[in-house]
């Protein structure tokens, strides 16, 4: 081969990657025989609405230019969609044909592409139009070592701290504390220990009837990312994609320090399946959860039937571990493609690109407190100019979000061999046992028994080294069933 038709080859094979090279595939559609693309995701109520309006829009407009029909349908959950995609891909009795596109977690994703079934979907972008996108979020949906983009961002998430600010302002005042106090991990459990210690002695009459302060909603991503950042992580990737998966002690101690003790003590609690409704009850005054989930914080505190009264709500960022960098979790589904023809595939990219135009995008994401996915979208004066019908609060949750976003390293855990299996696990032996030991410990405290004497047996050093060995055997047995 001549150098002259190496360097032709060459540039025809890097065209591809260009403009030119996506726009050929604009030539495979054809408006007077439509393609139709099926879209299965996890949306419910407000989300849902406002995703099949913008649906119904691109089909009357894109979509009759272009060739395109889009038909979208609810699972309700991500769990229920996760199990429909993965039954269809199985092909168990009575499941459906898989859908074009399917909204997804990074593990179910795994689990698809190692059944070959995923398409790449960076030969339908130009690096310009991916650059457009925050970097973390294309690299998230890049899988093999052949770095093929198999999950498009299409709206995201982190995680907010909500403040019932009515409560906390009176708890403040009585102790001289601040915001600043609940800025890392060790601080907040160490503020839950005060404000424990203050409702318990609004009544001095009747003793250990604390309350706590606090509650999060994901106890997995809190193990997850916080042994990141602690230089501990559970699973670590190469640059081949190749994933190590341990439980570092040192960092595995810290977690079980910030939440475990502080759970088991009361300081903080978890009574209702999200922290928004214990917020609702005045169980805790402090919640962290999804930004997306803080459109279900609520603006009053309902005592009994009979009583209840309005609370204002303040956002903060999320705690990080005292001495260590800032770390958030970077969260949310993206959109996954099914292999099929090009035209197909091109017509979902075709879809994907519409729905993440910046000004569209944002209102989805305004209309359902997800994150919009280009760079220049995170921008709080653009996101302020759509916030018509916005509760009050909502404009703190996207300035404290977009503030982490820009501010922190962002962190999802890759996914592996039973990584769905590992993180249910490490949340549920957090948790489970942290309820079963505060539920015990108290049983015996209100039984007469001294309650810092019962404490500390459950929470000091011979009780975390029972804790986790049980933890690491656990652990090391899922990793054997990889």
């Known amino acids: 081969m001549t150098a002259a038709a190496a360097v032709l080859l060459m540039t025809a094979s890097l065209a591809g990657c260009g403009e030119q090279g996506v726009k050929k595939y604009d030539k495979l559609l054809d408006k007077d025989s439509p393609v139709v693309i099926t879209i299965w995701h996890y949306y419910n109520g407000v989300q849902q609405t406002q995703f099949d309006e913008m649906v119904n829009e691109f089909n009357s407009t894109v979509g009759i230019d272009d060739g395109i029909i889009v038909e979208a349908f609810?699972?309700?959950?991500?769990?229920?969609l996760s199990d429909a995609v993965l039954a269809s891909a199985d092909n168990d009795p009575g499941s459906e044909e898989l859908p074009n596109i399917f909204g997804t977690y990074a593990e179910?994703?795994?689990?698809?592409?190692?059944?070959?079934?995923?398409?790449?979907?960076?030969?339908?972008?130009?690096?310009e139009e991916l650059g457009e996108y925050v970097d973390e979020y294309i690299t998230e949906g890049r899988m093999g070592s052949a770095d093929q983009l198999k999950i498009f961002p299409v709206a995201k998430s982190t995680e907010v701290m909500m403040?019932?600010?009515?409560?906390?302002?009176?708890?403040?005042?009585?102790?001289?504390?601040?915001?600043?106090?609940?800025?890392?991990?060790?601080?907040?459990?160490?503020?839950?220990?005060?404000?424990?210690?203050?409702?318990?002695a609004l009544t001095p009459d009747v003793e250990n009837d604390g309350k706590a302060l606090f509650g999060r909603d994901s106890l997995a991503n809190y193990l997850i990312v916080g042994a990141k950042q602690l230089?501990?992580?559970?699973?670590?990737?190469?640059?081949n994609g190749n994933v190590t998966v341990s439980a570092d002690k040192e960092a595995v101690r810290r977690l079980w320090d910030n939440f475990y003790v502080p759970f088991v003590k009361g300081y903080f609690a978890a009574e209702n399946r999200y922290r928004s409704d214990d917020m609702k009850t005045g169980s805790i005054i402090a919640?962290?959860?999804?930004?997306?989930?803080?459109?279900?914080?609520?603006?009053?505190?309902t005592v009994s039937?009979?009583?209840?009264?309005?609370?204002?709500?303040?956002?903060?960022?999320?705690?990080?571990?005292?001495?260590?960098?800032?770390?958030?979790?970077?969260?949310?589904?993206?959109?996954?493609?099914?292999?099929?023809?090009?035209?197909?595939?091109?017509?979902?990219?075709?879809?994907?690109?519409?729905?993440?135009?910046?000004?569209?995008n944002i209102d989805f994401a305004v209309s359902s407190g997800y994150l919009p996915v280009k760079k220049s979208a995170n921008d709080i004066t653009k996101i302020s100019a759509h916030e018509e019908g916005m509760k009050d609060y909502m404009k703190q949750t996207f300035e404290t979000a977009i503030g982490e976003i820009n501010g922190s390293t962002l962190y999802t855990s890759p996914p592996y061999e039973n990584s769905a299996d590992m993180r249910s696990y490490i949340q549920d032996a957090m948790s489970e046992k942290a309820v079963a030991a505060h539920e015990e410990a108290y049983g015996r405290i209100e039984a007469g028994e001294d309650r810092d004497t019962v404490l500390e047996e459950y929470t000091n050093d011979a009780a975390f080294e029972d804790w986790y060995n049980d933890f690491k055997s656990g652990f090391d047995q899922i990793i054997g069933n990889g």
């Open 231 to 239: 230089g501990g992580e559970f699973a670590a990737a190469d640059e």
């Open 108 to 127: 179910t994703a795994y689990v698809m592409d190692n059944m070959g079934l995923l398409a790449d979907m960076s030969k339908y972008f130009t690096e």
């Open 163 to 200: 403040i019932n600010a009515t409560d906390w302002d009176k708890f403040a005042a009585s102790e001289n504390i601040t915001y600043d106090n609940m800025k890392t991990w060790e601080g907040l459990a160490d503020t839950a220990e005060k404000y424990y210690n203050y409702t318990d």
């Open 305 to 360: 039937d009979d009583e209840s009264y309005p609370i204002d709500i303040n956002v903060l960022p999320v705690p990080n571990f005292e001495g260590c960098d800032p770390y958030v979790v970077q969260q949310g589904a993206g959109m996954s493609v099914i292999k099929s023809d090009e035209k197909t595939e091109y017509a979902c990219a075709k879809f994907m690109k519409w729905f993440t135009e910046e000004d569209r």
């Open 287 to 301: 919640i962290v959860c999804s930004n997306s989930a803080s459109t279900y914080c609520p603006t009053e505190v």
């Open 74 to 80: 609810s699972k309700n959950s991500v769990n229920g």
